[in-house]
């Protein structure tokens, strides 16, 4: 009878590797590639973590750049004079009635009427500005004067110089959040996508995105971190992340580990397909060499003939190998030795398949059907779900 092995056999996710030795014939047949005996579960349960809901999916950098051109918000309408004209306009300062003070003192002329038409922040302010001898003045502090320069020039034409742009990225993201300027924060949100983002700056991006509402941004850097957690925890920002916001450093590092198990869990996932798979494979063989017998295999120690064609069922050597090990093994180990064990379980999971007992040419078919019928409930689960997972393994999709 089946050994009480099978109970903790069944249910497996391991494939186990296992090299038969027949003693009576002196000949080792490798039966791990035909033969894979499943084992208790034990890492079937997912990480509690699992209940936060997915991020919608994000673009890849790939497809992003062969989707969008290079710099898709550069694709204005107006015409290069009339930008030039704006351009002009700004950098000549002429008729100026707003100075807008940066940080060291420095200043940026400006007409306050481009500046209230941009943006509903600089309004308010030009607004509530008093008025010295004609000029308003407004206060720009915490960036760097020439990222404010770069600032209201884009205000006035839409135009930037990318080595400019680039340096200053990041306080233009901040600048454009503040004052409600949209275009150009999506220009800086979809650059920094499209490549700016680098492991040095990339925690900064992060943290920035997140306080100017840049969701998809903060998505990408997220993203990035778990792809490369390695170096990006050795950066300068990680530190001083570390220090002055360490809530956020646990989140990333909790995104590193479920990231993780979930890349395990499909690992585990793909090689149990593979187990019922070969299970399912088995079946199909020893059915075949119980009911046709298997020509090229044929009787030990013979060659094949030249003109017969090897056997189609990939695990009908292995099959046959334990076969011929079932019928003669002499061991008097209580309960049969492990190959023997195993012959069990797959007569009795064939049994469980078969639907035309009485006819079967497969030895004991009869004998599990009965059997089967005094088994206990707890068994009787644990088989069904194997049985229910062998059939399906052929038709499963999967990327083996
Ligand atoms: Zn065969
Ligand atoms: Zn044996
Ligand atoms: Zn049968």
Not at 123 to 151: E, N
Not at 254 to 274: G, H, L, M, T, Y
Request: aromatic share 6%; hydrophobic share 35%.
């Amino acid at each position: 009878m089946a050994s009480p092995a099978i109970d903790s056999a069944l249910m497996s996710s391991h494939i186990e590797t296992l090299t038969w030795s027949s003693t009576a014939h002196g000949e080792e047949v490798d039966l791990a590639d035909t033969f894979p005996v499943p084992e208790a579960p034990e890492c079937y349960l997912v990480s509690s973590s699992c209940n936060i809901p997915k991020p919608p999916p994000l673009p890849s950098n790939i497809s992003t750049r062969s989707k969008y051109p290079r710099r898709p918000l550069e694709c204005c309408f107006a015409p290069k004079e009339t930008m030039d004209m704006w351009d002009k306009v700004f950098k000549d300062g002429y008729g100026a009635d707003v100075c807008i003070v940066t940080e060291d003192r420095s200043y940026v002329p400006a007409h306050s009427v481009v500046l209230r038409t941009a943006s509903p922040v600089l309004s308010s302010m030009i607004g509530q500005s008093k008025v010295k001898q004609g000029m308003r003045y407004i206060k720009i502090p915490g960036v760097p004067h020439d990222a404010v320069r770069l600032f209201v020039r884009f205000l006035y034409s839409s135009r930037y110089e990318e080595e400019e742009l680039k340096k200053f990225v990041l306080h233009l993201l901040v600048l454009s959040h503040a004052y409600s300027v949209l275009q150009l924060k999506r220009v800086c949100i979809s650059l920094l996508e499209q490549g700016w983002l680098n492991r040095e700056n990339m925690i900064d991006v992060l943290q920035l995105a997140r306080n100017c509402d840049a969701p998809r941004l903060a998505f990408v850097c997220i993203r990035m971190v778990v792809k490369d957690f390695k170096s990006v925890s050795s950066t300068e920002g990680w530190k001083v992340m570390k220090r002055a916001n360490p809530a956020l450093e646990q989140e990333l590092v909790e995104c590193v580990v479920e990231a993780d198990s979930r890349k395990q869990e499909r690992q585990r996932k793909i090689e149990e397909k593979k187990v019922y798979l070969q299970l399912h494979e088995a079946m199909e063989a020893l059915l075949h060499i119980c009911k046709d017998g298997c020509r090229t295999i044929g009787p030990r120690d013979k060659v094949l003939k030249g003109n017969q064609v090897t056997c189609n069922f990939p695990a009908c050597k292995g099959l046959e190998a334990l076969v011929r090990h079932f019928s003669g093994c002499k061991s008097r180990v209580p309960g049969g030795c492990n190959h023997c064990k195993r012959m069990w379980q797959l007569l009795e999971l064939h049994s469980r398949i078969c639907n035309e007992p009485d006819s079967c040419k497969v030895p004991l078919c009869r004998h599990f059907k009965e059997k089967i019928q005094q088994q206990c409930k707890k068994d009787e689960t644990k088989w069904k779900l194997l049985v229910s997972k062998v059939i399906a393994a052929k038709n499963a999709v999967g990327p083996f």
